[in-house]
């Protein structure tokens, strides 16, 4: 089964060239090491939430834009076995030596973890606009919240949707700063899900979701006791700026 590493990070909007320069180099060792596709995406459409929010969550400056990742492996051993050799790979690789390659962003505010994909319908496409989401659901509600991300897939597809993943918490740390917990006001119950919609453009998003908000199939959702708390969802849009794939 395949697995998924996410990631959050602000990254100061002058350093964007020296952010996909940096990215560049790194993520193309995790392609070596067995990666299938890696996604850096660069916030969009970002806005500010009430309670939870992306910049929130990662402490974003004004002078920061979010930045949205993730990398696809093949299975979660393959993935533990590269994660397990990082010390030794940022001595030996001056593509992730942080003397060598040094990150232009601070890596304290990122938040990271291994999520296993509980839902994955479509295909991977070259190019697309991308809407990430990190939702906190109760452990209990599992199997309800999968059923539920597989019947709105009908309708997201139906208008147009390329491709979505819905990853479970599985290795999730608790950070000193910022971790995906806090990002969502997690409970002690609760499991965090790191979700991402693939669209053809921001503007085939931006029209389907209008169209969606008139369509009958939305009423039951409206009206059903959801799997989790809306109220604490983080979600953007975010333009792909690297792409690294097999």
């Not at 890596?107 to 990190?134: C, H, L």
């Not at 597809?157 to 006001?185: C, H, M, Q, S």
Request: some cysteine.
């Amino acid at each position: 089964m395949a697995y998924i590493d996410g990631f959050v990070l602000a990254v100061p909007t002058a350093n964007r060239q020296k952010f996909l320069e940096h990215a560049r180099l790194g993520d193309s060792v995790f392609m070596e090491l067995g990666a299938t596709r890696v996604l850096e995406c660069w916030g969009d459409d970002v806005k500010d939430g009430k309670l939870t929010d992306f910049r929130r969550a990662v402490q974003a400056q004004p002078d920061e834009t979010v930045v949205f990742s993730w990398i696809e492996w093949p299975d979660k051993a393959t993935r533990d076995g590269v994660m397990g050799r990082m010390d030794e790979l940022s001595k030996n690789d001056e593509r992730i030596d942080p003397a060598r390659n040094p990150m232009p962003f601070d890596g304290k505010r990122m938040i990271y973890g291994g999520f296993e994909p509980i839902v994955e319908q479509g295909n991977e496409a070259t190019d697309s606009y991308v809407q990430g989401f990190v939702i906190p659901v109760p452990a209990s509600k599992r199997e309800d919240y999968r059923k539920m991300a597989e019947d709105v897939w009908v309708m997201l597809k139906d208008y147009g949707a390329l491709r979505i993943v819905e990853a479970w918490g599985d290795d999730v740390p608790d950070g000193k700063n910022t971790d995906f917990r806090r990002a969502v006001k997690a409970e002690p119950d609760e499991k965090i899900v790191f979700a991402f919609l693939e669209w053809p453009s921001r503007e085939a998003c931006d029209a389907a979701h209008e169209e969606m908000t008139k369509d009958d199939r939305m009423k039951p959702l409206e009206g059903m006791d959801m799997p989790f708390d809306g109220k604490r969802m983080i979600f953007g849009g975010f333009t792909r700026v690297v792409t690294l794939e097999k």
